[in-house]
Structure formats: C-alpha cells, structure tokens
C-alpha cells in the first residue's frame, strides 16, 4: 500500500478516554505520526459531540444518521485519506460509503465481538445478525483486516485473506516504572469497564471467589459503567467488606493508581464468542506496572500469560483462590512474576513493537 502523499485516518465512535479508541486508534495514530507517516483520529465522539460510551444508548437512529452526514462532509475536507475503520458500528457507515464512492482503498479493525452469539443464516440466506452480516461485506471488501485476537484472526480470514493480528501496544513512557507496592495488606484489583452483562458477571464471580477466602487482603475495582449499581448490590449482598470503588478513572491516572496494586485480577464467567474475541487490554496494563496476574485460561489471556512463570491461569474458582493464596502470601514470588510480566510488555506487547508491525504489513500489502 502507498502511503506517500496519502493520511491515514482512524475512525472510531468512541472517545479517547475508552480503551478501544485509545489503543487502537489514538496510540497507533500516534506512533505513526513519529514515523513520518501523516496520520489523524476521527472520533464520532470527540470530532463531532457524539454521545459515547453509557450514553450511547440514548443516540436515535435519526442522530445516527445526522452523525454521518457531518462525517461525510468532514471527510471531504482530508487530501487523500485512507481510513482505518475501527470495529464495525453505525460510525462505519460513512467511511465505508465515502470510500466506496471515491473508489480508494480502506482498511477494517475489528477488536470487539459487538454481534449475536448466534450467525447462522436461515434457510441458508437470511442472517439472523445483520450486524454481522454488514461486518463481513464491510471486511471482504477492504484492502486489509487487522485482528485483536486470534479468534477474530481465523473469523476474518475466512472472508479476508488479507487479515493479521495485531494487538494493542503499551506505551512506555505512560506506563514507564515497575509499581511500587508497599503495606501490609495485600491489594488486588480489577479493571475495566462496566457497560456489558459479562462485565458484571465477571463481576460477580470475582466476589463468589474472595468470599471465602479469609486472607489480609483489600480488593479495589477501578473503572465504572451502567452496570456499577448492580455490581455493588452484589458485593454487599456477599458481605464482601474488604472492598472498594474508586468510579470511572481517566486513563491518565491508571499508572499512578495502580502503583499500589500487588496483584491484578481477570475472572471470566461467561465463556462465549465476545470473550473469546475480547483483548484484555487491561491485563498488559497491569504487567507493565510488573504486577502479577491471575486470570481465567479462556480466550485471548490464555495467549498472552505463561502459566506459573510471568503470571497464573486457571480453569476454576477453587483454582483461581488458590492462585490468588499463594500469591498473596509470597511476596517473593508476586515481585519475580511482576518482573517477567513486564519484561513481556518490553519484548512484545508495547506500542513501538506493535506500531513497527502495523507500519510493516501496511506498506507491504
């Protein structure tokens, strides 16, 4: 792909602060702006006021549409544009038609799993997802696909064969020291969001685990979402004291906030095709800061840890206490695995490895 003379545009609905936008859009617009490649982020919802995250429920199909129109004629203004359509939603509508009509070349970005669970076809014809189904003619027809996970990696080849994994990179001059943890309670956390049903049963089988567990110990959960008061109605009907919630966080005081984290958490209850597909982004951001994690060995972690040497997956809850036991009671043991977890992120999982992979495959297409 020529990249001379041409601006690489992200399109994204969401706004920076969400981690989708910020990995996958703004950092690799970033990096490639420091390589000389020109390169913007257009986002629904910092461009052009888009309501995102737990308010994008509330956009109507009319706003949906007036979004596009505005976009369109926005997109009229970059000189020779390539756009990077970020996961497949009503913001891929107006990239997609603009570059159809002006007859260039776009690329698609798919890292999130936001279809039925169920894409079979009735009768053979009739797709039971139209959001897949638009997904799929939106992947075939772009001069390259990039995967977030190995799961979307075999699902878009079986319709692009110009399809690679890519996945997010650290930046670490953000994420730029190992995390200083002092105290003698032992802290744990959890990250992310709470904007989907998985993320609070997740949630709530993070609580069955620590219920029982009787060790000096203080969970914290960093992030919120539209499902924070059900979260919390579980944790209190658990008993769970040793608990607390610190509400929505803007990604620039992640690092700082997790200095005082000794071990990160990532339960998975719910074992279907959005897990499957979903990069836990979250778990490199505690790596960087050379915390230890414990994970659920399903989906995209199962790839990224090495079990017993730079953090532990398991397979059940007595499993995962386990872990989280041993752990907690060797501080020895959580600052080795802390030391390989972030020398994982240096090796591979940081923005200038993963920047210098998207830059490869793109002018090598």
Known sequence: MNLEGNELVFV???????????????????????????????????????????????LTFKDKIVLNIKAIKLFAKIINPIFIIQRFNYHSLAPYLYSKVKKIDYIFDLDDWEFREDITYLLGIFPKSKAEFLSRTIAREARVCFAGSRFLEDYLKNVNPETYYLTPGIDLDVFSSLSDKNGEVVKLAWLGTMFR?????????????????DSNFHLKIIGSGIYINEVKSQAEKLKI??????GWVRPESIPELLNEIHIGVYPIAVKN???????????????????????TNFGEVASIIKNGDDGFLTDDILGFREALYVLIKNKDLRKKIGIKARKK????????????????????V
Do not use: W
């Open 345 to 364: 992120i240096e090796n591979e999982y940081n923005l200038k490895v993963q920047g210098e992979r998207l830059l490869g495959i793109l002018k090598n």
């Open 241 to 246: 004291k040793n608990i607390s919630f610190t």
């Open 12 to 58: 994204t609905r969401e706004r920076k602060d969400l981690p989708g936008a910020r990995y996958r859009a703004y950092n690799f617009s970033k990096y490639l702006n420091s390589q000389g490649i020109k390169s913007q982020v257009f986002s629904y919802a910092d461009t052009i006021g888009a309501l995102s995250g737990d308010l994008e429920r509330f």
């Open 197 to 213: 049903k998985e993320d609070f049963y997740n949630l709530n089988l993070l609580f069955e685990i620590v219920s029982k567990m």
């Open 273 to 295: 095709k959005f897990m499957m597909a979903k990069f836990p982004v979250k778990v490199l951001e505690f790596m960087a800061k050379g915390i230890p994690v414990v994970a």
